[in-house]
Structure formats: C-alpha cells, structure tokens
C-alpha cells in the first residue's frame, strides 16, 4: 500500500504510517467532497457503519480522497468524518488515485484487497442496503 499511498496519511491528531492501514482486514477509499450532495448524504452512512464495524476491535479503515475545490472545503467536511485522509495538500497524489479507481462520479467507495487492487469498485449500495452484512460479501472479494 505505500507504493500507491505514500508512506503517512493525515488523520485527525497527525500522520498516520500507511503500514498500520495495510495490516487491517477490510481497507477502503472513499471518494467524496464538501459541495456535493449525494457525497453529505452518504457520509453520514459511512461514518455509523465504520463506528459500528470498528466498536469492539479495529477491521476497518477508511482512506478519505477529496474532491473538494478549496482546503477550507475539505477541513470543513473532513471534520465529520471519523477516518484518514490523504492530504489535501498532495493534488498529485489525489488526482492519481482518482484515475487508479476510476473515478468519473462520485461518492465512490472501492474496496482494496493487501496489494492496493481493486476487490470491490463500488461499494456505497452495501453499506446503505446490507450494513454490517456487507463484510461477508467484502471477505469473499478479497
């Protein structure tokens, strides 16, 4: 996963080593931004389903890449979000991990398997449809 993510992600208290991400079971990008819509909807979603997932022991983690147009944008949104993010500051890397997931809408959330591959490329429809659920499907992709 540091190939593709570098070796820190921010988190809210400061930089958080991608190598602690890579030993969870269940590891997501989460593609979203302040201005839109579907994205503040979904958010809230995400946000209870990874409190619930991660209640009793850590299996999941959430890499947060924004779409926003401005920092300001971003730290306002990123503030409701209880997960990682790649910095806003690196455009570089948000807009290579834009184009390795396929991002042409958004939100997007795309499961990863160990090695930083696509296992699942969209899965909003099961945290909103299956919940905790979801997990059994996401353990048969990877």
Known sequence: MEAIFGTSLEGKTGAVATSSVAELEFVLVYFS??????????????????????????????????????????????????????????????????????????PKLVLLKRDGSTALDNCRGDVEGRGPAALERWRAAL
């Open 33 to 106: 931004a302040h201005w839109c819509p579907p994205c503040r909807g979904f958010t809230p979603h995400l946000a209870a389903f990874y409190s619930e997932i991660n209640a009793t022991r850590k299996q999941l983690e959430v890499i947060f890449v924004s779409y926003d147009r401005d920092d300001a944008g971003f730290r306002d949104y990123y503030g409701e979000m209880p997960w990682i993010t790649v910095p806003f500051a690196n455009k570089a890397l948000r807009e290579a991990l834009g184009k390795r997931y396929g991002v042409s809408g958004i």
